[in-house]
């Protein structure tokens, strides 16, 4: 795939971060891709399903599962606006994801802090894809928190 592309669909991404970010959630989005057309969209809903494990890349995983009607989706990408954190990670290597596409990285919880591996051996890994935009929604998210 080209970075054109992974820009058009982590643009898809940041359109669910913004959906977030209105509703008054951390403003993560993502979008699975299979064969060069999105199966799924998700953006965090943890506020609103009152829910820890209502992450984004959950979210996606589960509808582009569903989608799909198979559990793997080893022919997928997935683009999310931050790197994913360890129990997303998890996920993603259970669903045997193809490639993972993810914009910001994140220095406190993201899945690179663990030392083994925990995506699937398999799982190609792109990093930094339209960082400054999703960082900028993130900074814009937590200033306006620490204001109120």
């Known amino acids: 795939m080209e970075l054109n592309t992974?820009?058009?669909f982590m643009k898809e991404a940041l359109k669910e971060?913004?959906?977030?970010?209105?509703?008054?959630e951390v403003p993560v989005g993502a979008v699975v891709v299979c064969q060069n057309k999105i199966i799924a969209r998700a953006h965090n809903q943890t506020?609103?399903?009152n829910?820890?494990?209502?992450?984004?890349e959950m979210l996606a995983v589960t509808s582009a599962a569903n989608y799909l009607g198979s559990k793997y989706l080893d022919e997928c990408t997935?683009?999310?606006?931050?790197e994913p954190c360890v129990m997303?990670?998890?996920?993603?290597?259970?669903?045997?994801l193809q490639r993972l596409v993810y914009g910001a990285e994140?220095?406190?919880?993201?899945?690179?802090?663990?030392?083994?591996?925990v995506l699937h051996p398999r799982t190609e890994v792109i990093k930094?894809?339209?960082?400054?935009e999703s960082m900028t929604l993130m900074d814009r998210f937590f200033k306006m928190i620490r204001e109120k």
């Not at 971060?17 to 008054?24: E, I, L, R, S, T």
């Not at 930094?128 to 400054?132: D, L, P, S, T």
């Open 78 to 82: 997935l683009y999310v606006t931050l």
């Open 17 to 24: 971060a913004v959906k977030a970010f209105d509703a008054g």
């Open 51 to 56: 829910d820890a494990t209502a992450h984004a």
């Open 128 to 132: 930094g894809v339209m960082n400054q």
């Open 88 to 96: 997303c990670a998890g996920a993603l290597h259970w669903s045997q």
């Open 106 to 117: 994140d220095v406190q919880r993201g899945f690179h802090l663990v030392k083994s591996p």
């Open 47 to 49: 506020e609103q399903l």
């Open 6 to 8: 992974h820009s058009f």
